[in-house]
């Protein structure tokens, strides 16, 4: 929608250090309006279109906290998963984790915070903050200056929040009493304050919430984010999820589910997505973190353009509360309304990123389901859990830039420890132990979670 301030009317700008200034906005609102009607073509419903495009990545992961060195990692088969080291974990039948060792952050976030802070928050600030570095800003002060920060927005979301903090929390209360709990223990355990420290340091003042569904939490902020953008909410949106639940009672609490692998023998090929002696999924933890644009605006400023957002969907399954419809009905009605919203073709689509987790039943409600809605595709699938476990709220964000820096380079990474697969999978169509050069054309990333929550979104290279 056009930008109509009252006459004389004051944008407030605000630089990477807090500092405030104000300018006039006649140019800034003459050269948004040049944007947006460059940008706008029509759709059926006589509204604008706004393309969305990537323009900034960052992880924070097991295999490496830059987007080259970790799908060099997965390119190579390499496994992050091993003995957790960051609690004792004797006497629990799962010891082993995708664990980030021994993380700093860098300067990314001051030193006191750090001290403070629970590691699901320390990831998110530093993933988000190297997405908007690798987008071309430079983090010091007045790099945001060119832009509306008005329409500059975070979206970033979690499964399972500031786990840690709220844990010690009530071991401090049940211990100590409710007089020497931490002051932070609210604060940093609920689950929008990651987006909301990062938006005080960057002073994005756009839409800014967190969405939480469980393992499909990435994937559905990556589809709320680019609905603003093309909904003209904002122009620029940090999208993904982080998770930090490798402690202990996320460990103990997922046993308790019986959802782990207990392959406490052999950790670094635990993950087995679609091998027949798979018993269970690999916990993980980390961030990751897009910068969606809208394409003009990225132009504009000339920043870099790493792939196309062409859309996405959602669904739910409405059958239990952990395990998925058997045959992927769900899922098959996801990945349908994915490629509908999309205005994509199922023969255009061929590559799957799947959620893969290495359960009994997800794996092969999953694949019924991509097999489905792909019957005549020549489509390769892989599993990035393979190697890093899985990152629950974080899981979608960091595998789409999984499938992104496939569409970039070339190449589709290995699904590792597939050693003995279901009769029903075709490894023909599965990325086996190797890596797999392939031009990718659109490519489809699909995460689900508890609850029967299911995402799908796609991807293609940027062309005009």
Request: with cysteine; charged share 20%; aromatic share 6%.
């Amino acid at each position: 929608m056009a930008l109509k301030p009252p006459a004389g009317q004051l944008l407030r700008g605000t630089s990477v250090n807090g500092r405030c200034c104000f300018v006039k906005t006649t140019k800034k609102i003459r050269h948004a309006r040049r944007i947006q009607a460059a940008s706008c073509s029509q759709n059926g419903n006589g509204k604008p279109e706004r393309r969305v495009v990537v323009t900034g990545m960052g992880v924070v992961s097991c295999l490496g906290h830059d987007p080259d060195e970790f799908y060099n990692n997965l390119l190579e088969g390499k496994s992050g998963v091993s003995q957790i080291d960051s609690f004792s974990v004797e006497g629990y039948s799962t010891r082993f984790a995708g664990e980030i060792k021994g993380f700093q952050c860098n300067g990314y976030v001051t030193k006191k915070n750090e001290r403070r802070m629970d590691n699901c928050i320390k990831y998110t600030m530093v993933a988000g903050k190297k997405a908007l570095q690798s987008a071309g800003f430079s983090l010091e002060p007045g790099s945001f200056d060119g832009l509306d920060l008005s329409k500059c927005g975070i979206l970033i979301g979690t499964a399972m929040g500031g786990m840690a903090t709220f844990s010690n929390a009530v071991e401090d209360l049940t211990q100590k009493g409710f007089r020497r709990m931490n002051p932070f223990c609210i604060p940093f355990a609920i689950t929008n304050m990651s987006g909301a420290l990062l938006a005080m340091d960057v002073g994005f003042m756009g839409p800014n919430y967190s969405i939480s569904t469980a393992c499909a939490t990435g994937n559905y902020c990556i589809l709320s984010a680019a609905d603003h953008i093309r909904n003209g909410d904002a122009d620029l949106m940090l999208a993904g999820g982080a998770d930090a639940a490798i402690i202990p009672s996320g460990i103990g609490g997922f046993i308790a589910c019986r959802a782990l692998s207990q392959r406490n023998e052999d950790p670094a090929r635990a993950s087995r997505p679609w091998d027949r002696n798979r018993d269970g999924f690999v916990m993980g933890e980390g961030a990751g973190v897009l910068v969606l644009e809208e394409l003009e605006h990225a132009k504009a400023r000339g920043a870099p353009i790493l792939a196309e957002f062409l859309g996405g969907s959602c669904t739910c399954d409405a059958h239990h509360m952990t395990e998925p419809q058997p045959q992927g009905k769900g899922v098959l009605l996801c990945i349908q309304k994915s490629l509908e919203q999309a205005g994509i073709s199922p023969e255009e689509v061929n590559y799957v990123n799947a959620h893969a987790t290495s359960t009994q039943a997800g794996d092969l409600a999953e694949y019924r389901a991509i097999r489905a809605a792909f019957p005549g595709s020549d489509l390769r699938i892989n599993g990035t859990k393979s190697m890093i476990g899985h990152l629950l709220g974080a899981a979608g964000a960091v595998e789409a830039i999984a499938t992104i820096q496939a569409i970039r380079t070339g190449y589709l990474h290995p699904t590792i420890n597939v050693e003995d697969p279901e009769d029903e999978v075709d490894m023909g169509v599965i990325v086996g132990a190797s890596k797999q050069a392939m031009d990718v054309n659109v490519a489809l990333s699909n995460s689900f979670g508890f609850g029967g929550h299911n995402s799908s979104i796609l991807f293609r290279a940027y062309k005009e």
